[in-house]
């Protein structure tokens, strides 16, 4: 019930969307680029860090563009 847990809630289904985007593209590139370059102790942790940096703002503004007019639009549709 604290803010943080309810915002995590409500990005949850963008969450889910956007995470095989971000792990295909960005951490891809980040293992491609650094998994010669530094012991996998110092890139994997970098990685995960900087990949859920990345993926939670992505999924707020999907959550805020996409989710919610299309939860206002199928409320319209049934309503209908």
């Known amino acids: 019930s604290?803010?943080?847990m309810r915002a995590l809630?409500?990005?949850s289904f963008s969450l889910?969307?956007?995470h095989f985007l971000v792990?295909?593209?960005f951490s891809c590139w980040f293992y491609i680029?650094?998994?010669s370059q530094l012991p996998r102790s110092v890139w994997a942790p970098a990685d995960l860090l900087l990949s859920t940096a990345l993926l939670i703002?992505?999924?707020y503004v999907f959550?805020?563009?996409i989710d919610r007019n299309g939860i206002r639009f199928a409320k319209w549709f049934v309503n209908r």
């Open 2 to 4: 604290c803010a943080p």
């Open 9 to 11: 809630g409500r990005i």
């Open 16 to 18: 889910y969307l956007t």
């Open 23 to 25: 792990l295909g593209t």
């Open 33 to 35: 680029r650094f998994e």
């Open 57 to 59: 703002p992505i999924a």
């Open 63 to 65: 959550e805020r563009a």
